[in-house]
């Protein structure tokens, strides 16, 4: 690697630090990503119009990282640091606080897929179906709240099944680019 400074630190010192100079992820890395991808849904506005969007960035960032990671909860360290992102960058601080059950659900969900499947997750097919699925779980759990308490999400707008459809079909093309993402760190790993 060639030296590069940046300030007092150089280019292999921050690898050191990230946890890369072995190619893989160590807690802080995996804490950064998780801001990464807060300040994704927090600041950079590219709404579609269609719920579940965002599910895009969480599902690659989640699927990349638990195949990527040693950290056997290395999808829930990322979700612990999407969620202090999205709290600490909120403009709605209450609409972001309704995140927080949902991201944790979701990296708990990812990383108990990982423990059932293990290198399958690396599959196209089934990085797809764990993505869809676990994305889907947020519309599930939000109208599951809306009928117990008589509260109303923006997504409902749209009916009840267009946004699972939309959620689970976001929520694989994210898993999906997640796993090629790793397939190709994994590959250069081998190297």
């Known amino acids: 690697m060639a030296l590069m400074r940046i300030g007092r630190l150089s280019a292999r010192k921050l690898s050191k630090l990230s946890g890369l100079e072995d190619r893989t992820l160590s807690v802080p890395a995996l804490l950064l990503l998780g801001f990464a991808v807060s300040l994704l849904h927090t600041k950079l506005n590219y709404s579609l119009g269609l719920p579940g969007h965002h599910g895009l960035e969480l599902m690659t960032a989640m699927l990349f990282a638990r195949l990527v990671a040693r950290e056997r909860w290395a999808a829930s360290i990322l979700a612990l640091g999407t969620v202090a992102g999205d709290l600490t960058l909120a403009t709605d601080f209450l609409h972001n606080l309704k995140h927080v059950p949902l991201y944790l659900l979701a990296g708990t969900l990812v990383d108990g897929s990982y423990a059932l499947l293990g290198e399958r997750c690396r599959l196209l097919p089934i990085a797809a ?11 599930v759990v939000m109208l599951a709240v809306a009928a117990i308490s008589d509260a109303s999400f923006g997504f409902m707008r749209h009916g009840d099944l267009f946004p699972l459809i939309t959620h689970f079909a976001f929520g694989a093309v994210g898993a999906i680019g997640g796993a090629l993402l790793a397939r190709a760190m994994l590959e250069r790993r081998a190297r």
């Open 129 to 139: 179906l764990i993505g869809g699925t676990v994305h889907l779980t947020k519309p």
